[in-house]
């Protein structure tokens, strides 16, 4: 997963990607001036574009205003960093821990089925001779 400036970035870039191809669409099937008051079947077609396109330039827009505000702040000093920093190593400790655990308790129960497999394997032995 990309971190947050990633992100950022490529939802910039899908939005400039919105503006290009919404004014490339909107050239496009732009009609020609008219004076009458008739809509023509064409004209229709433009507004459904203008629609979708305002759409997800708006979602966009809000992507983008999301992402930005969960981006630390300028009062994310280094000291809340190393703090921070602190905490996840503790966590990364104990889970590193409890890992050990697991698998020192796996390891156990291993030993104890191999041990089973051996005797059942034995007992079948013994009994063909």
Not at 8 to 36: E, K, M, V, Y
Not at 69 to 98: C, F, G, H, M, T
Request: contains cysteine; proline residues 3%.
């Amino acid at each position: 997963m990309a971190d947050r400036l990633t992100q950022l970035q490529d939802t910039i870039n899908l939005q400039a990607d919105h503006f290009c191809n919404s004014i490339g669409i909107l050239q496009q099937f732009a009609p020609p001036s008219r004076f009458s008051g008739s809509q023509t079947p064409q004209q229709s077609q433009q507004e459904d574009y203008a629609q979708l396109f305002s759409t997800l330039i708006s979602r966009c827009a809000k992507d983008i205003d999301t992402l930005i505000e969960s981006l630390p702040n300028e009062d994310s000093s280094q000291e809340l960093q190393v703090q921070s920093l602190k905490i996840l190593e503790l966590e990364n400790q104990e889970a590193a821990e409890r890992l050990e655990e697991v698998v020192k308790r796996g390891e156990a129960l291993l030993e104890k089925i191999q041990s089973a497999l051996s005797d059942i394997a034995q007992a079948q032995l013994d009994m063909q001779h």
